[in-house]
């Protein structure tokens, strides 16, 4: 059957929204936006020739409202719902309600989506198609023989709901705690267990079907750098497959067209595998038939990481979404993704988190972001970079959303080349207001395992995530990003004097002492730059052996060490002040002339680290704990987060409850001591 579409409603947000309007503008397609209070102003609202307000702040009042959705579809006069990814995507009710509107719904049937919309029957039914799986495990029935397992959500993805257990006393709070978090993100607390492959790889094959019968294998991709369960590094083809060589690609092609077959499925989908490491290297020594590999699950959706595909092969799969959307047969395949594609594409997902902080989502100000790119949403015809992203300058990272900022992808003829160009352009981004894991993600493409391609599911260790997590600055940055900050400013504050604008700062007639200014590093290390102009023009750093200026302006500094000068760029934002050089960036804060009583903690205050809400307190005030025991837990960013005692003590304040939204810094306990607590 064939259905025209004039005008597209994308039933999402962000970038994957700005995503679709890009293509839907390319082939000439009206666009129209949602957006939730706190997006009313966003990159995708901007972007699309119409938008409708849905009132409200969370997920539960705005995005997740189908009704709300398919009402502002008619309203805007579209004809066609795109679903992106998250949110209703893959919800089966939705894309039926969608069609029984007269919509077009961008998407596969709404029985494929029910046929995987849970794992536990995704896995029964590619069981009986001959897709192999592994075991399910009955949470009740575990025994020690079992372990390690991993629990996970029956319904949903992007490793929400996920535990991993490895010992049977750890079970119950992990089951439970999957549960809850399963319920939140997408309300099903159903979850199952599986064995867990401690060294796995995350391999996943694109599809694409029409409504005629065709299948395309749109090559694979490999996706086991993951943190938390969720992916942060996807490249494609999958380093492990061309390591492994053989028939491991038409294999597990093979076994991703049988899984989509069976279900009558149409449009974008993946299928994503489990690869055993250990069978794997066996295989690199010529055997790939004896590589084994598990059905993980089918994805009913576009992914996240659709633009390695995309410039691998040359297809653009949001057009072929449409375009199967309306009917239309999608023909011979395209030689490049039966081959697994050409040249090497590999994309990274910078997040407001901090990696070196069990991977904190944050929230705040987007200051500035600029991330070199060849291309934004688009194909590349050479190496270079693409840039896929919903933020802007002074936008909000909220706490009702993913803290993602930006998909930065390269595309290279091999795959030293496409880490090399990625890493230089997440290196010299400017990313000014929120923390972020970009240092992380420079540090793991440049990484000697990583570029030998040995990635597996086990990569982001505690040990190796610390090592990553150093900053691209390097050691003595600060002092010198401080002294930048200070030179930039003093130029500035002459500038805008009103009495002898003209003289030198600091200018005196005999010598004098040096200028101080003083900052607060990012771990609240307090930093004092010192400087002396003289009245010839020149500054003298006595903190900087060996380092001269060679000019200073309001925004730039141009400093001079063993004969090579650098350019030093200086921004400032409120109290915080950003130093950008080429590699490397360093935030600080103005430190405050005076301080604040109001804002002086007791010893052993724990504060709230990000804002968010109070699920579950596991303590009362006056209870003994030891350093490690949680206490209480918290969701923010559509994840759950424990909250521990930092040392033995006794829970003399309790400042929270069940249900209670938190700002950051709030007191949510005081640990103290025996003796102080006996004491008050």
Not at 496 to 525: C, E, F, M
Request: glycine share 10%; with cysteine; aromatic share 6%.
């Amino acid at each position: 059957m064939t259905s025209a579409i004039t005008s597209v409603l994308v039933a999402n947000r962000g970038e994957i929204a700005s995503r679709v309007f890009a293509t839907c503008v390319s082939m000439g397609l009206s666009t129209v936006a949602v957006y939730s209070d706190p997006d009313a102003d966003a990159p995708h609202v901007r972007a699309a020739d119409s938008a409708v307000r849905l009132p409200g702040s969370t997920s539960a009042e705005t995005y997740l409202r189908g009704d709300k959705i398919i009402a502002a579809a008619k309203a805007a006069g579209a004809d066609a719902i795109h679903p992106g990814y998250g949110f209703l995507s893959e919800n089966a009710e939705f894309a039926q309600a969608v069609i029984d509107a007269g919509l077009v719904w961008i998407g596969p049937p709404p029985a494929a989506i029910t046929a995987m919309g849970s794992k536990v029957n995704a896995k029964a039914l590619m069981d009986s198609a001959g897709v192999p799986v592994l075991k399910d495990i009955d949470p009740e029935s575990v025994t020690e023989a079992d372990l390690p397992l991993l629990i996970k959500a029956s319904a949903g993805g992007g490793g929400r709901g996920m535990r991993i257990v490895r010992e049977l006393g750890e079970l119950a709070d992990a089951v439970a705690g999957a549960r809850r978090e399963a319920e939140s993100a997408f309300g099903d607390a159903t979850v199952f267990c599986e064995p867990y492959v401690e060294r796995g790889h995350h391999i996943e094959v694109q599809v694409m079907a029409d409504d005629h019968g065709q299948v395309w294998t749109v090559g694979e991709r490999e996706c086991s750098i993951q943190r938390r369960h969720q992916k942060v590094v996807e490249e494609a083809p999958a380093p492990l497959v061309e390591r492994v060589g053989g028939d491991m690609r038409d294999r597990l092609f093979a076994a991703a067209r049988t899984a989509v077959e069976s279900i009558g499925y149409r449009g974008a989908g993946t299928v994503e595998f489990l690869v055993d490491a250990g069978s794997a290297a066996s295989g690199s020594d010529g055997g790939s038939e004896d590589v084994r590999f598990f059905f993980l699950e089918t994805n009913t959706r576009l992914q996240v990481e659709h633009p390695v595909t995309e410039l691998t092969t040359g297809v653009d799969l949001v057009e072929w979404q449409l375009r199967v959307a309306m009917g239309e047969a999608l023909g011979e395949a395209p030689v490049a993704a039966e081959a697994g594609g050409f040249g090497h594409s590999i994309e990274v997902r910078l997040y407001a988190e901090d990696p070196a902080n069990d991977w904190q989502p944050q929230s705040g100000t987007v200051v500035r972001i600029d991330v070199p790119a060849t291309v934004r949403f688009g194909l590349l015809e050479r190496p270079g970079i693409r840039v896929d992203s919903g933020i802007a300058d002074g936008s909000e990272i909220s706490t009702f959303y993913d803290p993602m900022l930006a998909k930065v992808i390269s595309w290279a003829p091999d795959r030293t080349q496409a880490a090399a160009i990625l890493a230089r352009a997440l290196a010299d981004a400017k990313i000014h207001g929120v923390v972020t894991n970009r240092d992380m993600l420079v540090n793991t493409l440049r990484e000697k395992d990583f570029l030998a391609g040995a990635t597996d599911t086990s990569y982001l260790s505690e040990e190796r995530i610390a090592a990553l997590s150093k900053p691209l600055a390097g050691d003595g940055a600060d002092l010198l990003a401080a002294t930048v900050a200070a030179l930039a400013a003093s130029v500035r504050n002459r500038a805008a004097a009103t009495a002898v604008p003209g003289a030198p700062s600091g200018w005196r007639n005999i010598p004098s002492d040096y200028q101080r200014k003083t900052y607060l590093a990012a771990d609240g290390t307090e930093i004092v730059a010192r400087y002396r102009f003289g009245r010839d023009g020149s500054v003298e750093l006595p903190d900087l052996e060996g380092v001269s200026v060679e000019s200073v302006s309001g925004d730039t500094v141009v400093l001079t060490r063993d004969g090579v000068s650098r350019r030093y760029e200086a921004s400032i934002a409120g109290d915080q002040v950003f130093v950008d050089w080429p590699g490397a960036s360093v935030s600080l804060t103005r430190a405050p002339r005076f301080i604040d009583p109001a804002a002086v903690q007791r010893p052993g205050s724990l504060l709230a680290p990000m804002p968010g809400s109070v699920i579950r307190v596991a303590v009362a005030e006056g209870d003994r704990v030891v350093a490690g025991q949680p206490l209480l837990w918290l969701e923010a960013m559509k994840m759950e987060h424990t909250v521990s005692a930092p040392a033995d003590g006794i829970v003399s304040v309790l400042g929270v409850e069940a249900g209670q939204q938190l700002s950051v810094g709030e007191v949510l306990a005081v640990i103290a001591d025996e003796d102080e607590a006996t004491a008050e």
